[in-house]
């Protein structure tokens, strides 16, 4: 039987379509990539000084967070999803958080809390990211975790903190990366909830206010193999403008690498924040305004140096950082826990308070060089100055001691094992900071599905 010449060529496009397909899914599966990372995370904070001295916050969870990253679909337009989800368990924690049983171990800020101020027993989070890439331009929408100079996803509990928003990140300029996007939401890395965006002294309380633009652009530039100038700028609409300029170089200096790390920060206040009626005062940023005044305006100009030496294992480090202007150190913050991109931003602090000068000195040596591979340890220690209170200057210090290990090879390669101690003490009233001993044991792996 001879085919109708309609038949044939329905059934060839059929067929050509569904090829065509196949080839364009092909990078879509292909390049597909899922992980499933455990955390298992116990803190102790024992405040040392306050009202309810003495008191400690106590939280041991299991966190676990399934990590799905498609490829691209080929073509001249790629297309591909990303998706996470997360879980955490709690498997102890501290009393009610109210201060009711009398200053003994009460939760801490790991878990979200129930009607009556006690941890849940567990929470969890769904994000999708859908992605389109064109030459080496990147578009992303939906569930963010960046890491930028002007806004830091923070990951220093259980779970991470995530963004909602757009990103677009271009590298088709050889040496040069731009970026740039605007974030609309955030959910903290203790909470199940999108919250809108704030800062330090409007994201708390009846009358906190909040935005839901921030909008963000940025470029890196590899001058050299050695050398990298970045240049930042992130807003907050109606509550800061901020400008950062960077600067990474290192260079070999005998047998070791000398390097180099310059930022300055530029905040403005915008909008609502820049007005001086109520209205702005309700928008207002955490600062000293002289006399009894601690809100209003952002105005703060942040310089740092970081310089470290690394030679057969050792790390050794000295860094200075300064502020100026009437307000603390604008950044994104909903009160459930915010990360800086700033060298001072440390376990327990980030010392970026009006007028602040601090010291820094750090030191790490990685015992590979003994023989003893996956095995590091670190100490940080930091002293502020000249911070600017209504009782006058105000000072504080921090010391950081990490010791990790990290499995290097075997079947239970990658499996890590932390312990973080810090101690923080300072003159500022106890309302407003306490004194701290904390410990941290961290335990992690990461486990490769696909």
């Known amino acids: 039987m001879v085919k109708k010449p309609l038949v044939v060529a329905v059934s060839a496009a059929c067929l050509n379509l569904s090829l065509i397909a196949a080839t364009q899914a092909a990078g879509f599966v292909e390049d597909s990539k899922a992980t499933l990372s455990l955390r298992n995370f116990y803190i102790n904070t024992d405040n040392r000084n306050g009202t309810a001295n003495p ?4 939280d041991w969870g299991q966190g676990f967070m399934l990590n799905y990253q498609s490829g691209f679909t080929q073509g001249t337009v790629g297309f591909g999803v990303d998706a996470v989800g997360m879980l955490g368990l709690r498997l102890d924690s501290g009393g009610k958080a109210t201060g009711a049983n009398g200053g003994s171990v009460q939760n801490g800020s790991m878990f979200p809390r129930d009607t009556d101020n006690s941890a849940v027993d567990e929470f969890s989070s769904l994000g999708a990211t859908a992605k389109m890439k064109i030459s ?5 929408y939906g569930t963010l975790m960046p890491k930028l100079p002007v806004v830091v996803s923070n990951d ?3 779970l991470p903190q995530t963004y909602q928003g757009a990103q677009v990140t271009s590298k088709d300029i050889k040496n040069l990366t731009l970026t740039g996007g605007q974030l609309q939401s955030a959910k903290n890395r203790n909470s199940t909830d999108q919250d809108q965006l704030s800062i330090a002294g409007s994201n708390s309380g009846a009358t906190a206010r909040d935005s839901n633009k921030f909008n963000f652009i940025g470029a890196d530039y590899k001058v050299t193999k050695d050398l990298t100038l970045q240049y930042y700028f992130g807003q907050l609409e109606d ?3 901020q400008h950062f300029l960077g600067l990474v170089h290192s260079t070999k200096l005998g047998d070791g690498t000398f390097k180099t790390d310059l930022r300055y920060f530029n905040s403005k206040g915008d909008g609502n924040n820049k007005d001086a009626d109520t209205q702005g005062a309700l928008y207002g940023s955490t600062g000293y305004y002289g006399g009894t005044r601690t809100r209003g305006e952002v105005d703060n100009r942040l310089y740092s140096g970081l310089f470290t030496y690394s030679i057969y294992g050792h790390t050794l480090g000295l860094g200075y950082q300064s502020t100026s202007g009437d ?6 913050n909903e009160a459930g826990g915010a990360s800086t991109y700033t060298i001072t931003d440390i376990q327990v602090n980030n010392f970026t308070r009006a007028g602040e000068d601090t010291w820094q000195a750090r030191y790490s040596y990685d015992f590979a060089q003994l023989g003893a591979k996956g095995l590091t340890a670190g100490v940080i220690y930091q002293r502020g100055d000249n911070i600017r209170t209504a009782a006058g200057d105000a000072k504080e210090w921090e010391r950081d001691l990490t010791v990790s290990y990290v499995i290097p090879e075997g079947q239970l390669k990658g499996l890590g094992l932390t312990w973080r101690n810090a101690m923080y003490r300072t003159d500022l009233a106890a309302a407003s900071q306490r004194d701290v001993d904390e410990n941290r044991l961290i335990l992690s ?5 696909l």
Do not use: D, I
């Open 156 to 158: 220093g509990r259980l």
């Open 55 to 58: 008191s400690r916050v106590m």
């Open 445 to 449: 792996y990461t486990l490769p599905l």
């Open 136 to 140: 080496e331009t990147e578009f992303r």
């Open 239 to 241: 509550f800061y403008n």
């Open 327 to 332: 307000s603390n150190f604008p950044y994104l």
